[in-house]
Structures are given as C-alpha cells and as structure tokens.
C-alpha cells in the first residue's frame, strides 16, 4: 500500500487530513500511529478554524520528524529545518493556489452557513482527499530530494 492510499484509507476511516497524513508516514520514524493520530487530531480543518489545511499540516509535522530542530545551539540544523517547510508549502501552494483550508474548500467552515454548505456538496468527500493526495506526493518529492 502506498502513503497516499493509507492516508485515504485512514480518512476515509473518520480520521482527519492531518491524521491521515502523518500516521501515514509515522512508522517510517519510529513513531506509533496510536500516538502519530492523537497529535494530528487538532490540526484538522485548518486546527478547526479553516487555516492551514490539515493535510499540510500533517506533512509539516512529518517534515519535522526528519528534519526538526532538536539541538539548541544548532542554526544551521534550524535553518535547514524552516527551508524545507517553505520549500514544502511553496510547492502544495504552487498546485493548490493556497495551504488555508477555508480558501481550499471555497467556505468557511467556522461560520455554520457556510459548515452547511460544505456538507451539503460534500466537499470534504471531494476536495478533502484531493489535498491528502497531493500532500502525500509532494511530501515524498520533498523527502526524497532533501535526503
């Protein structure tokens, strides 16, 4: 199975983008899934304010995990870290036209209008897989270039 397909599998589950995203990849660094969907819980629906979407959100946290600052007088290992998180919205942003949820979706799902809207189009059926897809291709052209 591929990451993208256990990223949709678990959304498809009643996981949220950010959980799929990163428990996709949690074994891969040593990280229980148990514990890889309870840190990506709150980060789902733009961390329910329609923000950064979760999918994005998930696949900065993996980034993390690899390349994450953890020494504190270490610059460099910082630098690197917030570089390749910018590379990696740059390019999600480059096919998506933005990384916020509410502006992904087209409403904003805060306001209980609009909350109804999504749902009755189904958008997070439609629009919400399509973004765990791309977070997932992009995160591995990312990893596999910045090895």
Do not use: W
């Amino acid at each position: 199975m591929t990451k993208s397909e256990k990223a949709l599998e678990l959304f498809s589950n009643n996981f949220n983008c950010s959980q799929a995203v990163l428990t996709a990849f949690a074994l891969d660094f040593n990280l229980d899934e148990t514990l890889a969907l309870k840190l990506g819980t709150s980060f789902g629906g733009g961390a329910r304010n329609g923000e950064i979407c979760g999918a994005v959100s998930g696949a900065l946290l993996v980034l993390g995990l690899k390349y994450g600052h953890f020494e504190a007088d270490n610059n460099e290992q910082k630098s690197r870290a917030y570089q390749i998180a910018v590379e990696y919205t740059k390019r999600f942003k480059e096919i998506n036209g933005s990384i916020v949820c509410r502006d992904l979706l087209g409403y904003d799902l805060t306001k209980p209008e609009e909350m109804a809207c999504i749902k009755e189009k189904g958008l997070f059926g439609d629009v919400c897989p399509k973004m765990i897809k791309c977070a997932v291709e992009v995160l591995e052209s990312v990893l596999a270039e910045f090895e």
